[in-house]
Nanobody, 116 residues
Framework: VQLVESGGGLVQAGGSLRLSCVASANILSINVMGWYRQAPGKQRELVATITSTGTTNYADSVKGRLTISGDNAKNTVYLQMNSLNPEHTAVYYC???????????WGQGTQVTVSS
């Protein structure tokens, strides 16, 4: 299984970015897709996930600013990020959880940098 991320970059505070992640997995084997992030000097943390049936889960810190969505036909998950501030600066990793073992896969990460 391969995950290909795109959409990261440098943006000014208040700006927006949209991250995309395309999975090479069979759609029927996908249980959940999502995004995690790791800021400098911090542990990787959950941002948001979405199940194959569309149920979403967000970290409390991102509710209202970040929106996760999925396109099953394209095996793609998106993360729309609005009203960004420097605290959003991190490497964002795409995650996929499959119904079959091995279950977990990660993308290579995409850098998001928000300047003040």
């Amino acid at each position: 299984v391969q995950l290909v991320e795109s959409g990261g970059g440098l943006v000014q505070a208040g700006g927006s970015l949209r991250l995309s992640c395309v999975a090479s997995a069979n759609i029927l084997s996908i249980n959940v897709m999502g995004w995690y992030r790791q800021a400098p000097g911090k542990q990787r943390e959950l941002v948001a996930t979405i199940t194959s049936t569309g149920t979403t889960n967000y970290a409390d810190s991102v509710k209202g600013r970040l929106t996760i969505s999925g396109d099953n036909a394209k095996n793609t998950v998106y993360l729309q990020m609005n009203s960004l501030n420097p605290e959003h600066t991190a490497v964002y990793y795409c995650y996929i959880g499959l119904w079959v073992s091995p279950n977990d896969y990660w993308g290579q990460g995409t850098q998001v940098t928000v300047s003040s």
